[in-house]
């Protein structure tokens, strides 16, 4: 049957077209559905964002560098026939050096003292002559560089009650290497008090790692913050797409 324009259709037999019978929707059901859609969407977000994040953290490569300070002598005594010395401690350190670089300060030797002299007659130091000795070695054990010695002398006076210890170092305090990326600088000096005193002395050492030079260009390589937001946005615009789609 044909029908002209302007002509009505009464009832769904006149224009030869069937239609299945009308079921309310069940409103909690649809709830269901909807809740799993979202949970698969959650799950596939966070799914992406760990992997993101592993990658992320796994392009700074790490290695473990080994620090040791041996001193001499281990015990620095006062001048003459004197009862009094400074001890010198021997340092290890450990370092989770990455290619992004870092700073630590650390002891190169703590320092402590022993004396039975009285505080009348204390024992004196001048110019009493030690040095430190770094070595550094990767996890290995292989060396990384030749031993690097620092000297100084300490001038002063020592006794069981009163220790007045001043430090002059005699070597460069600072030392550069692999092209300035590594700088080990000896310092700053801090006197120990008497024999049996709360206060350990030492001789603390900064160590400065530069980071791999030049970074990335950023338009090649898109920080890792960078990286997961846009990687956000692609998975929002897929879903946003798969709902419009399976309600058009």
């Known amino acids: 049957m044909l029908f002209q324009p302007g002509s009505s259709i009464d009832t769904k037999e006149q224009a030869g077209l069937s239609y299945p019978p009308f079921r309310p929707q069940n409103e909690g059901s649809s709830k269901r559905r909807c809740s799993l859609r979202m949970k698969r969407f959650l799950t596939l977000v966070l799914s992406g964002l760990v992997g993101l994040l592993w990658v992320a953290g796994s392009s700074a490569r790490a290695e473990m560098i080994h620090f040791s300070w041996v001193p001499d002598p281990v015990m620095l005594r006062a001048d003459g026939p004197g009862s009094s010395a400074v001890i010198f401690s021997h340092v290890q350190a450990n370092f989770n050096v990455t290619n992004m670089g870092g700073t630590w300060t650390i002891p190169a030797t703590e320092l402590r003292t022993v004396s039975s002299t009285s505080a009348a007659h204390p024992d004196t130091f001048i110019n ?12 290995h054990h292989q060396s990384l560089l030749p031993p690097i010695t620092f000297t100084g002398v300490l001038n002063g006076t020592l006794s069981r009650d009163n220790a007045q210890l001043s430090n002059t170092f005699t070597s460069p305090q600072t030392r550069r290497f692999f092209d300035g990326n590594l700088t080990v600088t000896i310092g700053p000096y801090n006197p120990p008090g008497p024999p049996g005193h709360h206060r350990t002395g030492s001789i603390d050492a900064k160590v400065v790692v530069i980071g791999e030079q030049p970074p990335p260009p950023v338009s090649n390589v898109p920080e890792p913050s960078a990286l997961a937001l846009s990687s956000l946005g692609g998975v929002l615009l897929g879903w946003k797409a798969w709902r419009k789609r399976r309600h058009g």
Do not use: A, G, K, Q
Not at 131 to 138: E, H, Y
């Open 128 to 139: 009493r002559p030690y040095s430190l000795t770094l070595t550094i070695t990767d996890n």
